[in-house]
């Protein structure tokens, strides 16, 4: 592979790269705070314009930072023959996994229904819309055809080079421009495949090369740095000059994410690359502070985060600005650190099932919505804390929609799991 990284294979396990778990928890933060602008929060102007229109890369990082995790972990392994067939296998079963989980998560969300009090009718019906993908999350389910497709990347990439990946993506880009309804789910898409996948494959492109990049020089490394925040901040100022100025530019040339244009992808990449390397940068004075503590433990638990947020979101969005957003932190750290313990708790306890980490969305979740449906907000406290007259939220929002997905304490390393550093 001309284009690709030498093997740096090692016998021994490498440990987790906290700078991928803390730019996880970036996105998974980013993606909290603009779910809560989109169900009405308040708050100063700039600050709404800041997250949700300048430095927005919720979904687009996350997808981005999944595909960094197949290039930098799984490809490293697929270059040993010895290794190849089981880091195959293991993207096949967490890719199953995923599935599992969409399914659980959309059937808990109808769980939800009759525990508001709300009438229930067709359940049979219902229950098939889930089963045949009519209905529930599509974000988890392009990471299902991704984690699939992963072992094809990894070999085209193995045995001719990057570039043939991205140029194999960039036409299927194409095609899914050209042709908008070929390849779509049954349930709603915000994230069709043949356009998202380009996103994806750019993460795994950029992840092959991590180890190059950590040979670099300092200087070089600012200098890429410098060029990425350029690139951002030219689409993000030009995306707002549009949208202010009232223009219409052709589709080429405009910046939407539903639907995917080109310059939008050109953004998600450079503000990911861009947060990614400042990350980079300052980890070696961060690590074990208690900002990258936070950012680390949402990071690792991004799975089951991604399930639960829209509840913490939908009832902390009609407190004072501030407060909302305070609680939505507190409730998703609190959630991550549920379940790291409920996979320890696993381990210790069910020691034949080797994969302990994939239970702690299915565990995480019965909890928090055993909470946040149990405990309802009393009227008076709501009352004196929500926000003044004029920035009433817009109520919580339907599931499935306006969605974009162990530090060293933690159970079984789950390198190997691009989900866990990324969702």
Not at 29 to 41: A, K, P, R, S, T
Not at 228 to 231: E, L
Not at 379 to 390: E, K, L
């Given at each position: 592979m001309?284009?690709a990284?030498p093997?740096?294979l090692s016998?021994?396990?490498?440990p ?5 778990d803390v ?5 998974l ?13 308040g708050g100063?102007a700039w600050l709404?314009?800041l997250?949700?229109?300048w430095?927005r890369?919720?979904?687009?990082g996350f997808i981005?930072t999944?595909g960094?995790?197949i290039?930098?972990i799984h490809?490293?392994?697929a270059?040993d023959?010895?290794k ?5 296998a293991?993207?096949w079963?967490r890719?199953g996994?995923?599935l599992?989980?969409?399914y659980f998560?959309?059937f808990l969300?109808l769980?939800?229904i009759p525990?508001?009090g ?7 019906r219902?229950?098939g819309?889930v ?5 529930g999350?599509e974000?988890l389910l392009?990471y299902?055809?991704m ?7 990894i070999?085209?990439a193995?045995?001719?080079g990057a ?5 194999i993506?960039a036409a299927?880009f194409?095609v899914?421009y050209?042709?908008?309804?070929l ?15 380009l996103?994806?494959?750019a993460?795994v492109?950029g992840g092959?090369?991590l180890?190059r ?14 060029g990425?925040?350029?690139?951002t901040?030219c689409?993000?100022a030009?995306?707002v ?5 009232g223009y219409t530019a052709p ?5 939407t994410?539903f639907?995917?244009?080109p310059?939008?992808i050109?953004r998600?990449v450079?503000?990911t690359v ?5 990350v980079d940068r ?6 074990g502070?208690?900002?990258e503590r ?6 690792t638990?991004?799975l089951l985060?991604?399930?639960v947020?829209?509840?913490i979101t939908?009832h ?7 407060l909302?957003?305070?609680a939505a932190l507190?409730g998703t750290?609190?959630?991550?650190r ?9 381990q210790r306890?069910?020691?034949h099932l080797p994969r302990?980490?994939?239970?702690s969305?299915?565990a995480?979740?019965?909890l ?7 405990i309802?907000?009393p ?12 920035e009433?939220?817009?109520g919580d ?7 974009d997905?162990?530090p060293s ?12 550093h990324?969702?």
């Open positions: 001309a284009d990284l093997s740096t016998s021994s396990a490498k987790r790269d906290g700078r991928l730019l996880r928890g970036l996105c933060i980013n993606m909290i705070l603009v779910h809560l602008y989109e169900q009405g929060l100063p709404h314009d997250v949700v229109h430095f890369f919720a979904a687009g981005v999944s960094m995790c290039g930098a490809y490293q392994r270059l023959p010895n190849r067939p089981s880091t195959y293991a993207l079963q890719a996994l995923v599992l989980v969409h998560s959309v969300s769980l939800v525990l508001r709300q009438p229930v009718h067709e359940v049979g219902m229950i819309d089963l045949r993908l009519y209905s999350y974000l392009f299902v055809v984690l699939l497709a992963a072992p094809v990347m070999e085209i193995r045995r001719f570039v043939a990946v991205l140029a993506s299927l194409c899914g050209s042709h908008p309804h390849l779509l789910y049954p349930l709603e898409n915000h994230f069709p495949l043949l356009r998202w996948q996103v994806f494959v993460g492109v092959s090369f180890p990049f950590d040979a670099l020089a300092t200087a070089t490394k600012y200098r890429i740095l410098t990425s925040a350029m690139a901040l689409v993000a030009y995306a000059v549009l949208r202010a100025g589709a080429l040339l405009d910046v994410k639907p995917l244009s310059l939008e050109v998600y450079a503000l861009t947060v990614g390397l400042i300052l980890y070696p004075r961060l690590a502070r208690p900002a936070f950012f680390r433990a949402v990071g638990q991004s985060l991604w399930v947020h829209i509840y939908s902390v969005v009609q407190f004072q600005w501030v909302a957003v305070t507190a750290y609190a959630m991550a549920l379940g790291a313990g409920a996979a320890r708790w696993w306890n069910v020691p302990i980490g994939y239970m969305p299915v995480g979740s019965l928090v919505i055993a909470v946040l449906r149990g309802e907000t009227a008076d406290f709501a009352g004196a804390v929500a926000r003044p007259a004029g009433a939220g817009q929002v339907a599931l499935g929609e306006g969605t997905d162990t304490d933690e159970p079984a390393p789950l390198d190997d799991d691009p989900l866990e990324v969702a």
